[in-house]
T-cell receptor, first 111, second 116 residues
Framework: KQEVTQIPAALSVPEGENLVLNCSFT??????LQWFRQDPGKGLTSLLL???SQREQTSGRLNASLDKSSGRSTLYIAASQPGDSATYLC??????????WGAGTKLIIKP | NAGVMQNPRHLVRRRGQEARLRCSPM?????VYWYRQLPEEGLKFMVY????????ESGMPKERFSAEFPKEGPSILRIQQVVRGDSAAYFC??????????????FGSGTRLTVV
């Protein structure tokens, strides 16, 4: 049974710092891995999708990596800004087309 | 392209009433997925539908919950005789095909159900 864990549960850093959010999964047989952003009381915004055959994806200041063999994905945020404050969720697409979700990392960027 | 549209955004029901949540997928998407996010918990898969077919409802509670995706119109998640434990955010996602290496999900903004 696939389980997805995100560490840390919460993170507070000063503006301008580079930071890394971690996601681990127990079953390496995933179809893809997605990172999402969730703002309080709002919906889910897809940030990056890494296909199982890929190692990383980049969009602007965001870079996500995927290491299936170790069951890990990281989301790197460069030059953080207060607007980056949100909860970041990772989700593994498993062979049954379901997304298995982590509980999220709540990120606060202090001005 | 209006994206995945869910309505209502907020829904308040008294215990015992029925709740109907609607989801219109992105244009060209024929696969719809419903997820539930309980307070302070991660999202959990509920059901996967294609037009007129339920493909996987393994995440749906066996009683009171049902889902449909008719040939015409939005997908509907229906909760009968709601209880306080049904209070949650319900998210709908759509994709052009089943999840493979090449497809991801696009989510709607969710419906926040509060049972009083």
């Amino acid at each position: 049974k696939q389980e997805v864990t995100q560490i840390p549960a919460a993170l507070s850093v000063p503006e301008g710092e580079n930071l890394v959010l971690n996601c681990s999964f127990t079953d390496s047989a995933i179809y893809n891995l997605q990172w999402f952003r969730q703002d309080p009381g709002k919906g889910l915004t897809s940030l990056l999708l890494i296909q199982s055959s890929q190692r990383e994806q980049t969009s602007g200041r965001l870079n996500a990596s995927l290491d299936k063999s170790s069951g890990r994905s990281t989301l790197y945020i460069a030059a953080s800004q207060p607007g980056d404050s949100a909860t970041y969720l990772c989700a593994a697409g498993n062979s049954n087309y379901q997304l298995i979700w982590g509980a999220g990392t709540k990120l606060i960027i202090k001005p | 392209n209006a994206g995945v549209m869910q309505n209502p955004r907020h829904l308040v029901r008294r215990r015992g009433q029925e709740a109907r949540l609607r989801c219109s997928p992105m244009k060209g998407h024929s696969h719809v997925y419903w997820y539930r996010q309980l307070p302070e918990e991660g999202l959990k898969f509920m059901v996967y539908l294609q037009k007129e077919n339920i493909i996987d409802e393994s995440g749906m509670p066996k009683e009171r919950f049902s889902a449909e995706f008719p040939k015409e119109g939005p997908s509907i998640l229906r909760i009968q005789q709601v209880v306080r434990g049904d209070s949650a955010a319900y998210f709908c996602a759509s994709s052009p095909g089943a999840v493979t290496d090449y497809y991801g999900y696009t989510f709607g903004s969710g419906t926040r159900l509060t049972v009083v």
